[in-house]
């Protein structure tokens, strides 16, 4: 890779474990340290993932317009702030309107991210894409764990810590990435011809059918998230084995990553067929979970959703950057993330709907159905392509075409 790739690696791993500071915290502090009830915790907490919605979307629109540099340092600016406000004031109302800026200000700061690392290696395929899906499962693992290790001595030592850890991104961000600005392309630089060019009419609709499927899967995905955990207790399984769920999540994220170049580049060569084969496994993992009643079944599960999310993940965005027209790449960045940001929102919500007027049997059934759809948007999202005779079906780089 690139060395000014490896800054993005260190830059996105940072910003995640600044942003993953209070995950473990907040539903525990608002109930517990608040007095509120889990459902204005959840309410709170939905706020948050709306603000990194819009924040993705305008995030990606600042990238097109004044580059990732400036976006990024706004962004991480708008979150510093929001943190150190919050570690000074947190009653309810508070504690909502500040999470709400840090996810505002996060959100702008991913999509730029992507955006960047898509600049920087255009070559690289879905490479880059990848080594910032990487880089977020890292900092999520570290900023989670140096919570929990902040939290032993006091719990309000977290908020000042999180500001802290933005303090340092900025500062990093201010420095490293100063030269990677002039690699962007910004729609004000783009020619009067590219400008009148149908590709935005043409691209934007295939993007939006997938990014439709994508939701399915991120609605689906964050059940293990939210209501799975309630039921692997209910089962009797301890909290503990249910952590470890995670931590094998993490592991094989990172194990499996050479196992996965030599798939990709061997066998699942185009991305509408790791698509396809990341939809095909998700469908298996949640035949598993549906099935599942001990702890080893469950375990087994996550692994091969792992496995589904190392193919579907990276793909989305990379499948975003090769649609992307000129000067509009920080846009549809945007959109994939803001999409994703949207299945964390709604996700929990929709699930425990589901589990309260019905049970989770129920549940996996409706999950294992709007599978379904998300096949189909990936059948359909590429034909207004194929019929201006364009195709993503591209694929991956071999290393000597990667390196040259």
Known sequence: MPKVLWLLIIGMASNVTAVSFLWPLNTIFIHQELGQPLSLAGFVLMVNAGAGVIGSLIGGRLFDQIGGYRTILLGLGIALIAAFLLAMYHDYYQYMLFLAGIGFGGGMTFPAFYALAGSVWPEGGRRPFNAMYVAQNIGVAAGTALAGVVATFNIQNIFMANGLSYILLFLFVLISFRSIRVNQVSASSTTEKEKQAPSLKVTLLPLLLL??????????????????????????????????????????IVAMQPVMAYVVR????SLKAQLYTGLIIFVISFSVLSQAEVFTAFLAAMMILTIGELFVWPAVPTV????APTGKAGFYQGIVNSVATGGRMIGPLFGGLVVDLFNMTILFGTLLALFSLAFLAVWIFDLPLKRRGQSIEEPEPTQSEAVG
Not at 223 to 248: A, D, F, K, R
Not at 266 to 269: E, G, I, N
Not at 320 to 323: P, W
């Open 211 to 252: 990014c439709g499927g994508f939701l399915i899967c991120w609605i689906a995905y964050v059940q293990w998230q939210s209501n799975v955990s309630v039921h692997i207790q209910e089962l009797g399984i301890p909290l503990s084995s249910y952590s470890i769920l995670w931590t094998v999540n993490g592991i094989m």
């Open 266 to 269: 061997h066998w699942v060569t």
């Open 320 to 323: 975003a950057h090769k649609l």
